[in-house]
Protein backbone atom coordinates (compact mmCIF):
# COMPACT_ATOMS: atom_id res chain seq x y z
CA UNK A 1 0.00 0.00 0.00
CA UNK A 2 -0.91 2.53 -0.80
CA UNK A 3 -2.49 1.03 -4.39
CA UNK A 4 -2.99 4.44 -5.44
CA UNK A 5 -1.34 8.19 -3.98
CA UNK A 6 -2.93 11.25 -5.21
CA UNK A 7 -4.78 13.04 -8.07
CA UNK A 8 -2.68 15.52 -10.24
CA UNK A 9 -4.75 18.28 -11.44
CA UNK A 10 -2.88 21.10 -12.64
CA UNK A 11 0.05 20.03 -11.49
CA UNK A 12 -0.02 18.36 -7.84
CA UNK A 13 -2.93 19.35 -5.90
CA UNK A 14 -4.09 17.01 -3.84
CA UNK A 15 -7.79 17.34 -2.32
CA UNK A 16 -7.74 17.04 1.22
CA UNK A 17 -10.96 15.83 2.93
CA UNK A 18 -12.51 17.17 6.17
CA UNK A 19 -15.01 14.15 7.86
CA UNK A 20 -16.50 13.78 11.25
CA UNK A 21 -19.28 13.69 13.00
CA UNK A 22 -21.93 16.89 13.25
CA UNK A 23 -21.01 20.04 15.39
CA UNK A 24 -17.58 19.18 15.76
CA UNK A 25 -15.83 22.06 14.59
CA UNK A 26 -15.02 20.88 10.95
CA UNK A 27 -16.51 23.88 9.24
CA UNK A 28 -13.93 26.23 11.61
CA UNK A 29 -11.24 24.27 10.65
CA UNK A 30 -12.34 24.38 6.78
CA UNK A 31 -12.73 28.51 7.14
CA UNK A 32 -8.73 28.14 9.01
CA UNK A 33 -7.36 26.72 6.50
CA UNK A 34 -8.79 28.16 3.35
CA UNK A 35 -8.37 31.50 5.50
CA UNK A 36 -12.14 32.45 4.85
CA UNK A 37 -12.04 32.01 1.72
CA UNK A 38 -15.77 30.59 1.74
CA UNK A 39 -17.77 31.84 5.06
CA UNK A 40 -20.89 30.74 4.29
CA UNK A 41 -21.17 26.49 4.06
CA UNK A 42 -23.37 25.25 0.69
CA UNK A 43 -25.85 24.26 3.14
CA UNK A 44 -28.52 21.75 2.14
CA UNK A 45 -26.13 18.66 2.45
CA UNK A 46 -23.77 19.90 -0.20
CA UNK A 47 -19.90 20.08 0.65
CA UNK A 48 -17.89 23.05 0.66
CA UNK A 49 -14.98 23.31 -1.20
CA UNK A 50 -12.11 25.77 -1.52
CA UNK A 51 -8.25 26.75 -2.53
CA UNK A 52 -5.50 26.47 0.78
CA UNK A 53 -2.47 27.55 0.26
CA UNK A 54 0.32 25.41 2.86
CA UNK A 55 2.23 27.47 5.21
CA UNK A 56 6.04 27.77 4.57
CA UNK A 57 8.62 29.84 6.45
CA UNK A 58 10.98 29.12 3.93
CA UNK A 59 8.57 30.85 1.18
CA UNK A 60 8.16 33.54 3.79
CA UNK A 61 12.17 34.12 3.84
CA UNK A 62 12.87 33.70 0.02
CA UNK A 63 9.97 35.95 -0.61
CA UNK A 64 11.65 38.79 1.98
CA UNK A 65 14.96 37.93 0.21
CA UNK A 66 13.96 38.44 -3.44
CA UNK A 67 10.98 41.39 -2.83
CA UNK A 68 9.41 39.24 -5.88
CA UNK A 69 6.48 40.69 -7.23
CA UNK A 70 4.45 37.38 -7.07
CA UNK A 71 4.42 34.57 -4.00
CA UNK A 72 2.91 31.51 -4.66
CA UNK A 73 2.62 28.98 -1.75
CA UNK A 74 1.83 25.27 -2.65
CA UNK A 75 -2.01 24.25 -2.58
CA UNK A 76 -4.44 22.29 -1.87
CA UNK A 77 -8.39 21.94 -2.25
CA UNK A 78 -9.88 21.47 1.08
CA UNK A 79 -13.52 20.24 0.84
CA UNK A 80 -15.53 20.61 4.42
CA UNK A 81 -17.39 16.91 3.81
CA UNK A 82 -21.27 17.04 5.60
CA UNK A 83 -21.40 15.77 9.06
CA UNK A 84 -21.62 12.13 9.11
CA UNK A 85 -24.84 10.92 11.07
CA UNK A 86 -25.28 7.16 11.41
CA UNK A 87 -28.09 5.26 10.61
CA UNK A 88 -29.21 8.08 8.12
CA UNK A 89 -29.20 6.85 4.76
CA UNK A 90 -28.69 10.20 2.56
CA UNK A 91 -26.10 11.18 5.42
CA UNK A 92 -23.57 8.62 4.34
CA UNK A 93 -24.34 8.51 0.76
CA UNK A 94 -23.38 12.05 0.65
CA UNK A 95 -20.57 11.56 3.36
CA UNK A 96 -18.71 8.44 0.91
CA UNK A 97 -19.18 10.14 -2.33
CA UNK A 98 -17.01 13.20 -1.20
CA UNK A 99 -14.57 10.50 0.83
CA UNK A 100 -14.33 8.86 -2.03
CA UNK A 101 -13.09 12.10 -4.27
CA UNK A 102 -10.45 13.22 -1.83
CA UNK A 103 -6.84 12.24 -1.64
CA UNK A 104 -6.86 12.61 2.31
CA UNK A 105 -8.72 12.85 4.79
CA UNK A 106 -8.80 15.14 8.18
CA UNK A 107 -11.15 13.21 10.41
CA UNK A 108 -11.96 16.12 13.15
CA UNK A 109 -13.20 14.82 16.30
CA UNK A 110 -14.54 16.41 19.76
CA UNK A 111 -13.18 16.56 22.52
CA UNK A 112 -14.10 19.67 24.27
CA UNK A 113 -17.22 20.63 26.21
CA UNK A 114 -19.06 23.50 25.12
CA UNK A 115 -22.47 23.54 26.45
CA UNK A 116 -23.75 25.48 23.74
CA UNK A 117 -22.51 23.17 21.23
CA UNK A 118 -24.85 20.15 21.03
CA UNK A 119 -23.55 16.45 21.42
CA UNK A 120 -24.07 14.18 19.12
CA UNK A 121 -25.18 10.96 20.84
CA UNK A 122 -24.94 10.28 24.37
CA UNK A 123 -21.70 11.96 25.41
CA UNK A 124 -18.42 13.18 24.29
CA UNK A 125 -16.30 10.31 23.43
CA UNK A 126 -13.54 10.27 20.89
CA UNK A 127 -13.04 6.56 20.35
CA UNK A 128 -16.37 5.88 19.50
CA UNK A 129 -16.14 8.60 17.31
CA UNK A 130 -13.18 7.27 15.44
CA UNK A 131 -14.91 3.72 15.25
CA UNK A 132 -18.46 4.95 13.50
CA UNK A 133 -16.35 6.78 11.01
CA UNK A 134 -14.14 4.21 10.45
CA UNK A 135 -16.59 0.93 10.26
CA UNK A 136 -18.86 3.48 7.81
CA UNK A 137 -15.65 3.01 5.63
CA UNK A 138 -14.49 -0.24 5.77
CA UNK A 139 -18.54 -1.30 5.39
CA UNK A 140 -17.93 0.91 1.86
CA UNK A 141 -14.92 -1.28 0.81
CA UNK A 142 -16.06 -4.69 1.73
CA UNK A 143 -19.32 -4.05 -0.17
CA UNK A 144 -16.89 -2.92 -3.06
CA UNK A 145 -15.18 -5.63 -2.90
CA UNK A 146 -18.05 -8.61 -1.89
CA UNK A 147 -19.73 -7.13 -5.19
CA UNK A 148 -16.64 -7.72 -7.62
CA UNK A 149 -16.17 -11.12 -6.40
CA UNK A 150 -19.45 -11.93 -6.84
CA UNK A 151 -19.43 -10.87 -10.42
CA UNK A 152 -15.39 -12.74 -11.26
CA UNK A 153 -17.10 -15.86 -9.71
CA UNK A 154 -19.93 -15.80 -12.44
CA UNK A 155 -17.91 -14.96 -15.22
CA UNK A 156 -16.71 -17.25 -17.74
CA UNK A 157 -13.61 -16.09 -17.83
CA UNK A 158 -12.82 -16.54 -14.13
CA UNK A 159 -9.69 -18.16 -14.96
CA UNK A 160 -8.50 -15.38 -16.69
CA UNK A 161 -9.15 -13.11 -13.23
CA UNK A 162 -7.72 -15.52 -10.73
CA UNK A 163 -4.92 -13.36 -9.67
CA UNK A 164 -7.12 -10.12 -9.51
CA UNK A 165 -9.66 -12.84 -7.19
CA UNK A 166 -6.98 -13.76 -4.77
CA UNK A 167 -6.25 -10.23 -3.95
CA UNK A 168 -9.39 -9.12 -3.33
CA UNK A 169 -10.27 -11.91 -1.42
CA UNK A 170 -6.96 -11.28 0.91
CA UNK A 171 -8.51 -7.57 1.18
CA UNK A 172 -12.24 -9.05 1.90
CA UNK A 173 -10.79 -10.96 5.29
CA UNK A 174 -8.66 -7.87 6.44
CA UNK A 175 -11.95 -5.79 6.33
CA UNK A 176 -13.79 -8.90 8.10
CA UNK A 177 -11.08 -8.66 10.03
CA UNK A 178 -12.58 -5.01 11.23
CA UNK A 179 -8.65 -3.95 9.38
CA UNK A 180 -8.14 -0.91 6.83
CA UNK A 181 -7.15 -1.97 3.72
CA UNK A 182 -3.75 0.30 4.27
CA UNK A 183 -2.69 -2.55 6.55
CA UNK A 184 -2.33 -4.84 4.19
CA UNK A 185 1.11 -5.64 2.18
CA UNK A 186 0.97 -5.53 -1.46
CA UNK A 187 3.82 -5.82 -4.63
CA UNK A 188 3.63 -3.60 -7.04
CA UNK A 189 1.45 -5.97 -9.76
CA UNK A 190 -0.76 -6.45 -7.18
CA UNK A 191 -1.65 -3.22 -6.99
CA UNK A 192 -1.44 -2.07 -10.33
CA UNK A 193 -4.30 -5.21 -10.90
CA UNK A 194 -6.33 -2.72 -7.85
CA UNK A 195 -5.95 0.69 -9.39
CA UNK A 196 -9.12 1.04 -11.20
CA UNK A 197 -11.11 0.89 -7.46
CA UNK A 198 -11.81 4.00 -5.35
CA UNK A 199 -11.22 2.16 -1.77
CA UNK A 200 -11.84 4.26 1.22
CA UNK A 201 -9.66 2.93 3.64
CA UNK A 202 -6.45 3.21 1.54
CA UNK A 203 -6.36 6.96 1.91
CA UNK A 204 -4.30 8.89 4.46
CA UNK A 205 -5.50 9.79 7.95
CA UNK A 206 -5.06 12.47 9.65
CA UNK A 207 -6.55 12.76 13.07
CA UNK A 208 -7.48 16.12 14.69
CA UNK A 209 -8.85 16.53 18.15
CA UNK A 210 -10.55 19.58 18.30
CA UNK A 211 -9.92 20.28 22.23
CA UNK A 212 -11.25 23.60 24.47
CA UNK A 213 -9.15 26.37 25.48
CA UNK A 214 -8.18 24.76 28.97
CA UNK A 215 -7.56 21.75 27.58
CA UNK A 216 -4.62 23.18 25.66
CA UNK A 217 -3.71 25.06 28.93
CA UNK A 218 -3.59 22.21 30.95
CA UNK A 219 -2.35 19.74 27.78
CA UNK A 220 -4.94 16.75 28.79
CA UNK A 221 -8.30 16.13 28.57
CA UNK A 222 -10.63 13.12 29.46
CA UNK A 223 -9.52 9.33 28.25
CA UNK A 224 -6.01 11.55 26.32
CA UNK A 225 -4.06 8.42 27.38
CA UNK A 226 -6.59 5.95 25.70
CA UNK A 227 -7.58 7.91 22.43
CA UNK A 228 -3.75 8.36 22.08
CA UNK A 229 -2.70 4.79 22.84
CA UNK A 230 -5.89 3.70 20.15
CA UNK A 231 -4.37 5.94 17.49
CA UNK A 232 -0.75 4.91 17.53
CA UNK A 233 -1.86 1.03 17.52
CA UNK A 234 -3.58 1.78 14.32
CA UNK A 235 -1.09 4.27 12.76
CA UNK A 236 -3.06 6.77 12.61
CA UNK A 237 -1.15 10.16 13.08
CA UNK A 238 -2.70 12.93 15.82
CA UNK A 239 -2.52 16.68 15.85
CA UNK A 240 -4.19 18.06 18.89
CA UNK A 241 -5.46 21.59 18.53
CA UNK A 242 -8.26 23.90 19.52
CA UNK A 243 -10.41 25.49 16.57
CA UNK A 244 -11.88 28.29 19.05
CA UNK A 245 -8.36 29.70 19.63
CA UNK A 246 -6.99 28.90 16.53
CA UNK A 247 -9.57 31.69 15.06
CA UNK A 248 -8.16 33.98 17.95
CA UNK A 249 -4.74 33.52 16.41
CA UNK A 250 -5.75 33.83 12.68
CA UNK A 251 -7.56 37.34 13.66
CA UNK A 252 -4.27 38.72 14.97
CA UNK A 253 -1.06 40.00 13.31
CA UNK A 254 2.35 38.10 13.47
CA UNK A 255 3.95 39.67 16.11
CA UNK A 256 0.84 39.44 17.89
CA UNK A 257 -0.08 35.63 17.57
CA UNK A 258 3.97 34.79 18.09
CA UNK A 259 2.93 36.13 21.77
CA UNK A 260 -0.40 34.35 21.80
CA UNK A 261 1.12 31.10 21.15
CA UNK A 262 3.86 31.75 23.83
CA UNK A 263 1.41 32.86 26.27
CA UNK A 264 -0.44 29.60 25.37
CA UNK A 265 2.71 27.20 25.62
CA UNK A 266 1.72 26.42 21.86
CA UNK A 267 4.61 25.69 20.00
CA UNK A 268 2.92 26.18 16.66
CA UNK A 269 -0.58 26.99 15.07
CA UNK A 270 -2.53 23.86 14.62
CA UNK A 271 -3.30 25.02 10.87
CA UNK A 272 0.39 24.63 10.24
CA UNK A 273 0.90 21.19 11.71
CA UNK A 274 -2.35 20.06 9.39
CA UNK A 275 -0.94 21.44 6.50
CA UNK A 276 2.52 19.80 6.86
CA UNK A 277 1.40 16.65 8.48
CA UNK A 278 -0.55 16.05 5.13
CA UNK A 279 2.04 16.65 2.79
CA UNK A 280 4.36 14.31 4.82
CA UNK A 281 1.34 11.22 4.61
CA UNK A 282 1.37 11.87 1.22
CA UNK A 283 4.98 11.55 0.49
CA UNK A 284 5.19 15.33 -1.49
CA UNK A 285 7.73 17.73 -1.08
CA UNK A 286 8.17 21.16 -2.48
CA UNK A 287 11.37 22.78 -3.99
CA UNK A 288 11.16 26.17 -5.03
CA UNK A 289 11.86 28.26 -7.98
CA UNK A 290 13.20 32.28 -7.16
CA UNK A 291 13.53 35.54 -8.84
CA UNK A 292 12.39 39.29 -8.76
CA UNK A 293 9.37 38.01 -10.90
CA UNK A 294 8.21 35.47 -8.15
CA UNK A 295 8.68 33.25 -5.35
CA UNK A 296 7.35 30.07 -5.80
CA UNK A 297 6.64 26.49 -3.96
CA UNK A 298 6.31 23.30 -6.21
CA UNK A 299 5.37 20.19 -5.11
CA UNK A 300 6.11 16.63 -6.51
CA UNK A 301 6.58 13.26 -5.20
CA UNK A 302 9.49 12.45 -2.84
CA UNK A 303 12.08 10.84 -4.64
CA UNK A 304 11.20 12.91 -8.27
CA UNK A 305 13.98 13.48 -10.59
CA UNK A 306 14.95 16.56 -11.69
CA UNK A 307 13.78 16.06 -15.31
CA UNK A 308 10.39 15.07 -13.80
CA UNK A 309 10.58 18.43 -11.29
CA UNK A 310 11.02 20.47 -14.51
CA UNK A 311 7.99 19.01 -16.29
CA UNK A 312 6.05 20.48 -13.35
CA UNK A 313 7.16 23.55 -14.29
CA UNK A 314 6.67 23.18 -17.79
CA UNK A 315 6.65 20.40 -20.34
CA UNK A 316 9.27 22.47 -22.41
CA UNK A 317 11.35 22.41 -19.57
CA UNK A 318 11.29 18.28 -19.13
CA UNK A 319 11.46 17.92 -22.75
CA UNK A 320 14.84 20.49 -23.04
CA UNK A 321 16.49 19.14 -19.80
CA UNK A 322 19.85 20.05 -20.24
CA UNK A 323 20.68 20.54 -16.71
CA UNK A 324 19.42 21.58 -12.97
CA UNK A 325 21.34 24.47 -10.93
CA UNK A 326 20.53 23.84 -7.03
CA UNK A 327 21.42 25.19 -3.87
CA UNK A 328 19.74 23.83 -0.61
CA UNK A 329 17.77 26.38 1.27
CA UNK A 330 19.56 26.23 4.44
CA UNK A 331 22.66 26.92 2.91
CA UNK A 332 21.52 30.38 1.38
CA UNK A 333 19.64 30.81 4.75
CA UNK A 334 22.72 30.44 6.76
CA UNK A 335 25.08 32.36 4.30
CA UNK A 336 22.08 35.30 3.46
CA UNK A 337 23.02 35.72 -0.12
CA UNK A 338 23.40 33.74 -3.24
CA UNK A 339 27.00 34.94 -4.03
CA UNK A 340 27.82 33.27 -0.59
CA UNK A 341 26.70 30.24 -1.23
CA UNK A 342 28.63 30.31 -4.67
CA UNK A 343 31.94 31.36 -3.06
CA UNK A 344 31.81 28.46 -0.81
CA UNK A 345 31.30 26.01 -3.55
CA UNK A 346 27.48 24.81 -2.63
CA UNK A 347 25.83 25.47 -5.89
CA UNK A 348 25.61 22.62 -7.78
CA UNK A 349 25.05 21.59 -11.19
CA UNK A 350 22.91 18.70 -11.51
CA UNK A 351 21.45 16.02 -14.50
CA UNK A 352 18.30 15.07 -14.92
CA UNK A 353 18.40 11.75 -12.90
CA UNK A 354 19.26 13.63 -9.68
CA UNK A 355 17.06 13.34 -6.90
CA UNK A 356 15.09 16.63 -5.79
CA UNK A 357 15.06 17.36 -2.19
CA UNK A 358 12.74 19.12 -0.02
CA UNK A 359 13.83 22.52 0.23
CA UNK A 360 16.31 22.42 -3.08
CA UNK A 361 15.96 25.43 -4.83
CA UNK A 362 16.16 25.05 -8.53
CA UNK A 363 16.70 27.03 -11.94
CA UNK A 364 16.33 25.02 -15.13
CA UNK A 365 18.50 24.77 -18.02
CA UNK A 366 16.64 23.89 -21.23
CA UNK A 367 17.02 23.85 -24.93
CA UNK A 368 13.72 23.30 -27.33
Known amino acids: MPIVNYKERNGIILQLGIIGMPMV ?52 EVVDIPGL ?23 VIRVFDNPSVPIFGDSINPIKSIETINYELLLSDLDLIERRIERINGNKKKNQMQEELEVLERLQA ?26 LTIKPVLVCLNMSEEHMHSHDFPQRDEVLSYCKQRNLPVIEMSAAIEREIAELDE ?5 FLE ?93 VKDGDIVHFRFNV
Open 25 to 76: GKTTIFELLTEGASKAHAGGGKANTAMARIPDERIDYLSKMYKPKKTTYAQM
Open 263 to 355: DMNIDEAGIIKISRSMYERLGLISFFTVGEDEVKAWTVEKGAIARRAAGKIHSDIERGFIRAEVVEYKDLKELGSMTAVKEKGLFRLEGKEYT
Open 85 to 107: SPGAERSSSVFLDNVRRADALLM
Open 174 to 199: ALEDEKPLSSVELNDKQKELLLSYQF
Open 255 to 259: EEKQL
